[in-house]
């Protein structure tokens, strides 16, 4: 008889029955050691039968402890229907013996209702731990039969996988109860943190068990793809990759087996964030909730080596990195939608888009590779360069990286966007997730080291701008930077520096959250602005300092620097309406805001303006100071000659000379003043010029008020009439900015109109005193200084 055994066919053994073979009998030679794995497969399996009889031992056990608990629970309810059979025959006896009966029955009734309360309670925790002991045990039958398939002597998968999905529904249905109990009986803490205890044991069991079933299919589908047609991505033809796209080319039962445990994994996963939101109740849930795709991670994590391998002959050529993530990134983030979608759907999983998970996945792959072996070396070349004081290529190369992170994460988010997948800018926490540049959260002071590089970039390319006179006399056209019409006169050396500081708005943009954004602004926007203001100053102390402003030269110097400073004030205040600015502005309590270490002292839970409201005031006390300046300047000019009128008291006693019509000593002083106004009018801007014309009409106001009219002087009719010839020339000189120059000459006005009022009219104005004076629209001048007025009026020639 032949003793010789027929080995079943391969085609119906399992695939670890398959592998197993393969490992231990590859020739010949290996099956001398048959007998020792024989001997070793039977002790293996004395092993499992001997645990097989304990958990036998253990549910007889369960058993007999649920009878004796039962038969007890069976005694408080037959206990529970006696009594019940009692109160119903004491209420049928109340009726025939009366009061005595109804007494005894009014006291015992309260406490028979409380105890048929606390058998139905005691009989709801009984069936709920009943049912959960049940939910339990299949939970933990389920998980050990799944990690002990492997070394089954039969292995199915079919029923494998059937019996990973019987342990997610237990664990669907024990966490339904649980929430019931947490709602409904949250005393019963104890049975939930006895439940919870296990579940968490198989949960700790099972999932690194998908996973590492899920690494196997992906290792058998051929993923990682290869990227040999990949390590030069600057040949990027923009054409997809389906063809060497494994999830795209499987079929048959390996994808059936790669779906099933992809959906299972998302399933564990819903189950998890389900925990999570009961546990947490009441907590800050979102933080905790949200975690990345866990089934995305596993497909991610194996190109992210594959690509490291890649990237390391890549140190001095960085933008091939970002070329190549983007490049993949691309390539596979339709088959997220078309294929892995619609199974993170069918798990139930809301909140989670397959696409928006593996773009994030990928780019956080490359934030930590940027993390850990690119930035530190950086900043040690700095650091080296720093003791040593030789000069190397760290800081410009810091730079160019900064650089390509900005350009790739413009890509990545309108990868994102383009594909449907709607991020809002308000939501820092979004922008994170697709931002290399997210390398900044963790490490604030390397963001402090790229802004103090930034910044000394910046000021070196001001320098020369600054530096050119030519660009400080050629004035910007038309309104340039503002939406409005206005045109500030402004020299163009105010639009470079804004356009370097729009550059780094535009720069802090990029970053991924409001904190970031504005600690970079603050540290790299303040100082351009305080650095221009400086510029200004500089040049208006020079010009003060040369001449004090006696010359046309000084003048305009000083006009087009005010120019700049209202035209710079003007382009902060509308930038501060826009959106970014107001995030800054109402996020206030990060401590990045003021701990910028910017030039000025910066309170932002004070700010009503935006993060540059010092700045802002800054330029706009720069501007009235100085045109303030200017008014004062012209005052003194005009007021020097105009000395000798203002000291002539004789000639408001006697006739003119024939032919003047004006006094000649004030001729000098008005071809003096409008000479400079000319000036200033060609030069200053016109919401500047408004406030000069009128503070200087209000200085010679004063000055002519208290040099004439308060002088102690006799005024006769003659003089009278000379004075008021004398003021509408004034009056003609202010008449080109305004359609009644005599309102903004209040005192000499009103003082001119008291003199012209007749003797009797006088009279009564002595007499009327402040009654008098406001029915007479006399308002700018007090009593007394009108009864000076009036006294000094002589009537006669």
């Not at 020097?640 to 000593?665: C, F, P």
Request: negative net charge; contains cysteine; hydrophobic residues 40%.
């Amino acid at each position: 008889m032949d003793a010789t055994l027929t080995l079943p066919p391969s085609t119906t053994l399992s695939s670890p029955a398959v592998t197993f073979l393969n490992d231990r009998l590859n020739d010949l030679q290996d099956l001398e050691h048959a007998p020792s794995i024989v001997s070793e497969l039977q002790s293996q399996c004395l092993d499992l039968e001997n645990s097989l009889a304990d958990l036998n031992s253990r549910l007889e056990s369960s058993l007999l402890g649920y009878a004796s608990f039962s038969d007890r629970i069976h005694g408080l309810i037959t206990g529970t229907t006696s009594e019940l059979s009692d109160l119903d025959s004491l209420t049928a006896g109340s009726s025939v013996y009366g009061g005595g009966k109804e007494k005894a029955l009014a006291e015992e009734l309260p406490e028979l209702a409380k105890e048929v309360a606390r058998v139905k309670i005691v009989r709801d925790y009984a069936d709920t731990a009943l049912k959960l002991v049940t939910l339990v045990g299949d939970i933990e039958d389920a998980v050990a039969f799944v990690m002990n398939r492997n070394l089954h002597k039969r292995p199915a998968p079919e029923s494998s996988e059937d019996m990973c999905f019987h342990a997610i529904e237990a664990l669907e249905k024990t966490e339904d109860v649980l929430t019931s109990i947490t709602k409904k009986q949250s005393q019963w803490t104890r049975l939930v943190s006895v439940v919870d205890d296990r579940v968490d044991r198989a949960l700790a069991t099972l999932r690194p068990q998908q996973i590492a079933d899920q690494r196997i299919l992906l290792t058998s589908l051929g993923w990682p793809p290869p990227l040999s047609s990949l390590s030069s991505p600057i040949r990027d033809t923009g054409e997809s990759s389906e063809a060497s796209n494994p999830l795209f080319t499987m079929q048959g039962d390996l994808k059936h087996k790669y779906c099933e445990t992809f959906r299972a994994l998302c399933r564990l996963q819903e189950l998890q964030m389900r925990r999570k939101a009961r546990q947490l109740e009441g907590h800050n849930r979102e933080i905790a909730l949200h975690q990345p795709l866990w089934a995305i991670e596993e497909l991610v994590n194996p190109i992210s080596v594959a690509c490291q391998r890649h990237f390391s002959k890549w140190e001095d050529k960085p933008e091939f990195i970002f070329a190549l993530v983007y490049k993949i990134t691309r390539d596979y983030v339709d088959t997220m939608d078309e294929l892995l979608q619609p199974l993170v759907d069918k798990a139930r999983l809301v909140g989670y888009s397959c696409r928006e998970e593996w773009i994030s996945a990928m780019v956080t792959s490359l934030s930590t590779y940027l993390a850990k072996e690119v930035f530190p070396v950086y900043i040690g070349q700095m650091e080296e360069e720093h003791v040593s004081g030789v000069q190397s290529q760290a800081r410009i190369s810091l730079l160019h990286l900064v650089d390509l992170m900005i350009s790739f994460d413009q890509r990545v988010l309108s990868l994102a966007t383009h594909s449907g997948v709607l991020i809002s800018i308000q939501e820092d926490r979004n922008l994170q997730k697709f931002s290399s540049l997210s390398v900044f959260c963790d490490r604030p002071d390397w963001l402090d080291l790229w802004a103090e590089i930034e910044l000394s970039d910046t000021l070196a390319k001001l320098k020369a701008e600054s530096d050119d006179e030519r660009k400080w006399k050629v004035k910007v056209q038309g309104a340039a930077l503002l939406s409005g019409p206005e045109n500030y006169k402004s020299p163009i050396v105010s639009s470079a520096f804004l356009q370097h500081l729009s550059l780094v708005i535009d720069r802090c943009r990029s970053l991924p959250t409001t904190s970031l954004r504005c600690r970079f602004a603050r540290l790299v926007g303040a100082p351009i602005i305080h650095r221009f203001l400086d510029s200004l100053l500089r040049r208006c102390q020079e010009a003060e300092g040369l001449t004090a402003l006696t010359d046309d030269e000084g003048l305009i110097k000083v006009a087009n620097s005010a120019n700049a400073a209202h035209y710079f004030e003007s382009v902060l205040k509308e930038w501060c309406e826009d959106v970014l600015f107001l995030e800054m502005e109402f996020d206030r309590d990060d401590p990045f805001f003021n701990d910028t270490g910017a030039k000025g002292p910066f309170d932002m839970s004070m700010s009503t303006g935006g993060i540059f409201e010092v700045e802002i005031k800054e330029l706009e006390r720069f501007r009235k100071e100085w045109v303030e300046k200017i008014s004062t300047v012209v005052l003194r000019g005009f007021e020097a000659d105009s000395r000798e009128y203002l000291k002539n008291k004789k000639q408001w006693q006697e006739k003119r000379e024939d032919g003047w019509t004006v006094s000649k000593h004030l001729v000098g002083a008005l071809d003096y003043l409008q000479a400079k106004m000319a000036v200033i009018e060609e030069n200053l801007n016109s919401i500047d010029f408004v406030s000069v014309w009128r503070s200087l009409a209000s200085g010679i106001d004063r000055a002519l008020f208290n040099g004439i009219f308060m002088s102690s002087v006799k005024f006769y009719d003659s003089g009278v009439e000379s004075l008021s010839n004398d003021l509408e020339v004034l009056f003609g000189a202010f008449r080109a900015w305004c359609l009644r120059p005599e309102g903004f000459f209040p005192k000499s006005s009103e003082g001119l109109k008291l003199l012209k009022m007749v003797k009797k009219q006088q009279e009564f104005g002595v007499i009327g005193g402040e009654n008098w004076m406001k029915e007479n629209g006399v308002r700018h001048i007090s009593v007394s200084e009108a009864e000076k007025i009036l006294k000094s009026r002589m009537f006669g020639s």
